[in-house]
């Protein structure tokens, strides 16, 4: 790593204690003694996804230590877990502050599971300091951008703001709480850095120093050849479910994130049980970068559910294979689609498709091998759906092909790494337009919409309010039909109990962590109208079920519910979930 010889010995000595205070149990770390030039100002350490803050005052040391997901920016104010820590003016740690104005350079020490960033400045010389900083590009919350024919002699750094280089910048590239783009042709002598943003750097962009962020402390300037294993949703690209079976393969993806060239992936899979290649060919461009914009296409022949809202592939396939237990239907779907993918900001992401398939068959295998209970079968595919309607159903599958253009336009402002961490909304919509003249055997509208509120009460107990609608025009396969019941919709209720053409549902669940714990105790209500090419309206009977469920984690959750109407079969329902719900 090329270091500036003018602060690098003083830079080393000072942030050498660094992690001492931000890991806690690990010693050895020197104390340092301040250089007669540069006195540190403050220090910030990254850790496994934690940030700690030290700051020396009257010869005792402050350190705050705070997850990266705990920090919110609002009305100019950076926060950790509700704590104001930087404003306009700087830094603010237990009524102690340090002012941005004082910062004359700053220096970075990668200690391989850590890195620190020391915050320097030169005490008692006033005139001296104000010379170095005429070099230094410093704002706080607005974007700094260094145009093509710009050279900055010192650093740029923002707090909140993000950083676009055009030109050259000498030294380093810093946005704590923003992100970081360095354009084609463009020149950064020292590292670039981000707490919480990214960082974008073109291929043909020159950084002498390294990338440091928290998705990938050091980016390597290379392109990539990896096995891709993320679509089968299981390390070692492995599936089992009652129509494929055992379901093994490879895939490999090239992509070079430093440049606009375009990603390419290829996917190849056996399954066993159902004796038949699944595959897919896919390519994507880049076309902006900011905003992102991408256009891609794929060739494919998948086994396809419409179930994956309710879970994931790699849950399934933990049912499946320990106790025989599979929730989704599936048929077989060949063809290919083609996409634009707009992300106008982080939280915003529309997408536009136009797909082409031709559909197939495919029996449950009744005999498969599980873990326990080895007398257990598998059910038929689509075994909830009517006779009188799976007969049709076969027939519609087996003999049709579908093309329709779809949009989805989903908004979150939560993190979906930690859901329940703090307050936030998601919005989930799409639309598929199917008709003759897009070459499709069916003519239909399908739109839904779901919004979440994740509303946090306190610090240990949270309330979220889910909102779910489906429709449809014109005739609507069978298999694109919605179904309510059971895991993920109104859990009182047998699995896929009831089928329709169009439908409301809502959920309520008040989730309660216990101190010191992981576990976390709920109480859910539930409630839903569904009705099969018939209006919704009073005729149409309310569904709704009351249930209790205890979390481990955030992957592993059982539930009881019970059905509140006067069925006969209102045993209440015993559900084990291994992933997050909602």
Known sequence: MTKRIVVLASTTLIILSAYAAAAPGETGYQDYQRSDRYEELFRIVYHKDDISIHVTDSNREITTQFARKSVTIKNGVVSADGVPIFDKDGLILEGVRRNLEEVIDVGILDEGEYFAISFLTIPGESSRVTRLKKGNRISFDQPIVIEEDEFVRGLALSVIGDIEVYGEVNKDVLSLFGNVYVGPAAVARGDLATLTGRIDAARDATVYGEMYTHDERRVERRHRFRRRVDRFDMTGALEYNRVDGLLLGLGGEFEDPDSLLPQIWMDGAYAFASERWRFDFGLEQTILRTPALAVGGEYYRHLVSEDDWLLSDCENTAFALLAGEDYKDYYEAEGGWAYARFR??????????????????????HNLWHLFDGDKRFCDNYATVDSSYRTALIS???????????????????DPDDRFGRSSWRLESSLEYA?????SDFDYRRYTLALTRFQEVHRRSMLILRGMYGGSDGYLPIYKRFFLGGLGTLRGYDHKEYMGTRFWMANAEYRTRFPATDIAASIIWDMGQIANETSLGDDIELKHSLGIALSFGSDFRISLAKRLDSSDDDDPKIYVRLAQVF
């Open 435 to 439: 008709h003759p003249d897009l070459s």
């Open 344 to 365: 106008p900001v982080n939280t915003t992401l529309l997408q536009v498709g136009y797909s082409y398939e031709e559909t197939k068959w495919l029996a449950a295998h």
């Open 396 to 414: 519609e599958i087996d003999s049709t092909t579908n093309a329709y253009l779809s949009i989805d336009l989903d908004w979150d402002n939560g």
